[in-house]
């Protein structure tokens, strides 16, 4: 069975770039949820994806969106990258809603010059 | 409107002995209460998970945690500290199909 992967692990943007980053949900999951985890704090919940469609979204602004495609692997896509932006984003995937458990891929380290 | 407080950003314990971390949580409906472990540069891996069909909830290397409404709390134990415990503890809290939502973590230090 594979874990939930993320990629690249790494990333250095500039202010004002756009990103995209992705993650594959573990075989037979259909839900992916995405976290931003700024330094010595802890995740902050972004949005959830079940079956392709948005299924919840925390307190981000809309430069700030995602898809999930067919096969539930998943985008984050962030644009108009800020300085704030800089953190580790976590993706977690479950078998549905967030009472389910969530397994949490390694993140992407974003850093925004 | 629900969240979870952590106790103590920084704990440090003896290795061989008690592991207390404590969290607090608030809600309006019945919780779904989370115990996660990060270990440095990684993703965060879960602990144990209480979903009301039993108050004390063991989850893997040996940790336990007791689900207490009267208190509101959901403090996380282990009987004896190993050094591989060392790392950063997150509750977190789900009630109602809400998004999960963190607590700000504890960093653990075991001192051998």
């Known amino acids: 069975e594979t874990g939930v992967t993320q990629s690249p692990t790494h990333l250095i943007k500039t202010r004002g770039q756009q990103v995209t980053l992705r993650c594959s949900s573990q075989?037979?999951?259909?839900?992916v949820s995405w976290y931003q985890q700024a330094l010595g704090q802890g995740p902050q919940f972004i949005f959830q994806?079940?079956?392709?469609?948005?299924?919840g979204r925390g307190n981000f602004p809309p430069r700030f969106s995602g898809l999930q495609f067919p096969n539930y692997s998943s985008e984050l896509n962030v644009n108009a990258l800020e300085l704030d932006d800089s953190a580790l984003y976590l993706c977690?995937?479950?078998?549905?809603?967030?009472?389910?458990?969530?397994?949490f891929g390694p993140g992407t380290r974003l850093l925004v010059l | 409107a629900q969240s979870v407080t952590q106790l103590g950003s920084h704990v440090s314990v003896s290795e061989g002995a008690l592991v207390l971390l404590r969290c607090n949580y608030s809600?309006?409906?019945?919780?779904?209460l989370f115990w996660y472990v990060q270990y440095p540069n990684q993703g965060l891996q879960l602990l144990l998970k209480?979903?009301?069909?039993?108050?004390l909830v063991k989850g893997i290397n040996g940790f336990e945690a007791e689900f207490k409404k009267s208190e509101t709390s959901f403090h996380l134990t282990k009987p004896s500290a190993h050094m591989s415990d060392a790392a950063e503890y997150f509750c977190?809290?789900?009630?109602?199909?809400?998004?999960?939502?963190f607590g700000t973590g504890t960093k653990l230090q075991v001192i051998p």
């Open positions: 977690a995937s479950s078998m549905g809603g967030f009472q389910e458990t969530q397994y």
């Open positions: 209480y979903t009301s069909a039993a108050t």
């Open positions: 809600s309006s409906v019945p919780p779904y």
């Open positions: 977190a809290v789900t009630a109602g199909y809400q998004k999960v939502t």
């Open positions: 994806y079940y079956r392709e469609e948005e299924n």
């Open positions: 075989s037979g999951h259909n839900t």
